[in-house]
């Protein structure tokens, strides 16, 4: 039990990051839809880069540049160009894709350096929750952190609510002095690094070594996540862990049932859509009506600018 | 001390919002800004509260003049604006609306700012659940809200733009006294409206603005007909009517309630008889189109009966009203009226009544020129609708119009056409009058609706305000009544 719920955490970790890069986006008002693409790429660029230099750090270090660099294309064009930003996202995606398997090519079958574990002193002798969470390495205790600044950030910081303002109603945060267009740009590099330091924990970290069906389909399913999860922070992260506890649960019971092995990796998809059902239903909303602090956890509603460029005049 | 401004210009695209603005508002007084739609109040108001930039001018505040880039400088020396729909966010709580964009330490206190919301508002005399989300209250209180929020960052000068639009009578009158009382504690408070009534009963002073440049500046009281004068300019009109004789009424309408967004037209009884024209006057937005899009069966009337030449109409469809002999012309040509992309010869084979599998494009090319011709459009039948100017889309709109109408609906049918391009389509439009078919039009242009009326329905607010027969009235009172106000 210990072991699946630690090895469940230590699976969901990259898909953490990449999701709470793309909340942070996503509220700020601007869609990376290139995530697909971006994983890929960084993935890529994360182990060649720690291949050739022999340290992962140095990896993660190129992976986030690369995704920050493809969301500072969404963003320049959507702000600058006023480019509608699901196509540039959808074309990048493509690009940066098939980039990943054309350079990527003659490193499939390498073994590059990896995350050293790092228990951590004393918290991980803890019985139990010691093993769960405490016996990890750094990209997993930098997930956790992910989800905890990003909560805090939003919900407890002037700069959170200057940023959902953005997001929400972005003429609203303007006529308040809030720089719309400066934050949107910061915060989709942001959200955009984060994916990429996702990718390279997939290639550096969770599987070791690049081919190109890595980190296939787990974009699209991090932008899923992201829906499914109200741009909640710790609820999508909690999308994110069930993905991750289907997906091991899958593979440890593949030779019990081969069959529910099969079925289980897709069970996701089916039970987002209910989920979605489910949030968007009124009576969700009137548990919040009722619970004022819960309200935000249950919010299921996307931040009305989402998507949309902000011109002054 | 005070607020001034020194020939302040701004223009978009062509059009010159504001063409050399200046005047001069003493602190402690409530100024009213009065102009009718276009006028330039709202961009003048931005340029103040630092939401757009000036192309040239300057602005004075207690002398001193002020470098206004963004709405954070004009927040900082002091000048707060509320938007007509208040820029508030809906799902985020009274509170975060309170708090965010103001300065302080990066980690929010709330309990600190509910304290500072529960002062300010309470100074003002309003009432607020800090958890309540912003969606859930109403316009009058999002205003407050915004009040209270601007008065808590230090404003000196608030700019209230058309404040009164969606709110109730009694949170007009509460906001009324709140405006007062700012006012009378040493504020400046820019009262900006169309509506003349409510200048006159509230401000001190007030500014006419008309078609970018201050027309007018004087204290109050001034009689409502100069004022109206100065709004809308001299209102001249020809003697060059021939009324056709009417025939029996097409569109009846008795006792129909009508319901879209904020307009409400309740219980309204109107007739249109053969040959008759009726203009439909307002402001922007007063529920003139909502009258239109119903008549058109586009929007279907909650209750009352609505019938064209005896035939019940109620909840009938579109394509019911078309066979009945309804044509509707809105004023988005090339939005709403024609299909972008696509040229004269193929929107005419759209319309024809030919339901053939095939098009025999060079009989359609032939039936186009010849429209062309009639209507003289500049254009070939090629020309796709965006190429044409606005004067040309109409002359395609009306070849547009089958044989066999009883009922015309135009919004705006002359809106942005020269005098010409006017005239002719006036020209064709009193053609089908002669043939005995009925029309009912709308309008911001009194002369127009003066010269081709046979009655003015007049709306105000989203509902029918006042009906004259075109005898009995004039340019000064439609002015009167379109801002809301019976000569008396």
């Known amino acids: 039990m210990e ?68 969301a500072a294309i969404i963003a320049s064009t959507s702000i600058r160009l006023k480019l509608n930003q699901i196509a540039v996202g959808f074309v990048l995606t493509l690009l940066a894709a098939d980039l ?83 934050l949107r740009f910061w ?21 070791l070594g690049w081919r190109e069906t890595l980190t296939l389909n787990l974009g699209w399913i991090a932008l899923a996540i992201v829906i499914f999860g109200g741009w909640h922070p710790l609820r999508v992260a909690f999308g994110a862990y069930l993905f991750g506890a289907l997906q091991v649960l899958a593979f440890q019971l593949q030779d019990v049932f081969p069959g529910l092995a099969q079925v289980l990796p897709i069970a996701p998809f089916p039970l987002m859509i209910i989920a979605l059902v489910f949030v968007y239903s009124s009576g969700f909303r009137r548990i919040g009506d009722h619970f004022p602090r819960l309200r935000n956890l249950l919010g299921s509603e996307a931040p009305a600018a989402m998507g949309t460029v902000f011109e002054r005049e | 001390m005070g607020l001034a401004t020194h020939d302040i210009r701004k223009h978009f695209g062509t059009i010159r919002a504001n063409d050399g603005i200046s005047f001069t508002i003493e602190s402690g007084s409530l100024h009213g800004i009065l102009g009718e739609n276009g006028a330039g109040k709202s961009t003048l108001m931005k340029i103040l509260s630092g939401f757009y930039e000036a192309d040239s001018g300057e602005v004075d505040l207690d002398g001193e003049t002020l470098d206004l880039r963004s709405p954070a400088d004009a927040i900082k020396v002091g000048i707060g604006m509320l938007h007509q729909d208040p820029l508030v966010f809906l799902p985020f709580t009274v509170l975060d609306n309170f708090v965010l964009g103001s300065p302080g330490p990066q980690r929010l206190d709330r309990s600190d700012a509910r304290a500072e919301l529960e002062r300010v508002s309470g100074e003002l005399g309003f009432r607020f659940d800090s958890e309540r989300l912003a969606r859930d209250l109403t316009v009058g209180e999002r205003q407050q809200l915004e009040i209270t929020r601007l008065m808590w960052l230090g404003a000196k000068v608030l700019i209230f733009d058309e404040p009164t639009t969606g709110i109730s009578a009694t949170q007009r009158d509460q906001l009324f006294l709140t405006l007062r009382s700012l006012a009378e504690n040493g504020l400046i408070v820019l009262f900006v409206s169309h509506k003349l009534e409510e200048v006159e009963e509230l401000c001190d002073s007030v500014t006419v603005i008309r078609q970018g440049k201050v027309v007018f500046e004087a204290a109050m009281p001034i009689t409502s007909e100069v004022l109206v004068e100065k709004m809308f300019g001299k209102v001249f009109v020809e003697e060059d009517r021939d009324p056709a004789p009417f025939g029996a009424p097409v569109l009846e309408l008795s006792r129909v309630t009508i319901e879209e967004g904020t307009t409400h037209i309740e219980d309204l009884s109107l007739s249109c008889a053969a040959g008759e024209v009726v203009g ?155 043939d005995g078919t009925s029309i009912v039009f709308s309008s911001a242009d009194l002369d127009e609706l003066l010269r081709y009326s046979d009655r003015i329905v007049v709306f105000f607010a989203g509902d029918v305000f006042a009906m004259r027969n075109v005898g009995e009235t004039d340019g000064e009172e439609l002015g009167h009544l379109i801002g809301g106000k019976v000569r008396g």
């Open chain 1, 187 to 207: 915060y989709t590099v942001l959200g955009g690094a984060m994916v990429g330091i996702a990718g390279a924990a997939y290639s550096l970290d969770v599987k």
């Open chain 2, 280 to 434: 439909l006057a307002g402001l922007e937005g007063s529920g003139q189109r909502t009258l239109l899009r119903a008549c058109a069966g586009l929007l279907a009337p909650s209750s009352g009966l609505l019938s064209v030449d005896g035939n019940n109409l109620n909840k009938a469809s579109y394509r019911d009203h078309l066979a009945a002999g309804v044509h509707y012309l809105p004023a988005g040509r090339l939005e709403e009226g024609l299909v972008e992309g696509i040229s004269i010869a193929e929107h005419l084979v759209l319309t024809s009544e030919d339901t053939g599998f095939f098009i025999n494009w060079d009989a359609a090319d032939e039936a186009a020129r010849q429209e062309i011709d009639d209507y003289s459009i500049k254009g070939r039948p090629s020309s796709p609708a965006e190429a044409l100017s606005g004067g040309n889309q109409q002359r395609l709109l009306l070849a547009m119009i089958p044989d066999e109408v009883r009922l015309l609906l135009l919004e705006h049918p002359t809106r942005g056409l020269d005098v010409g391009s006017a005239a002719y389509v006036w020209q064709r439009l009193l053609e089908r009058r002669s």
């Open chain 1, 3 to 70: 072991a699946t719920l630690n090895s469940i955490i230590a699976a969901a970790a990259p898909l953490v990051i990449a999701t709470m890069g793309e909340t942070i986006t996503e509220k700020s008002g601007v869609v990376n839809l290139s995530l697909e693409g971006s994983l890929r790429l960084s993935a890529m660029t994360g182990f060649v880069v720690a291949f050739w230099v022999g340290h992962a750090l140095v990896g993660f270090g190129a992976a986030a540049i690369v995704g920050a660099a493809i």
């Open chain 1, 100 to 182: 990943a398997s054309f350079l990527g090519d003659s490193f499939v079958g390498e073994r590059g350096p990896r995350v050293p574990a790092l228990p951590i002193p004393i918290l991980s002798d803890i019985p139990f929750v010691g093993k769960v969470f405490f016996d990890h390495d750094l990209v997993v205790y930098g997930s956790f952190l992910a989800i905890g600044v990003t909560w805090f950030v939003f919900y407890r910081t002037r700069a959170g609510l200057n940023l959902q303002g953005v997001g929400e109603r972005p003429e609203g945060a303007f006529a308040r002095g809030v720089k719309v267009n400066t």
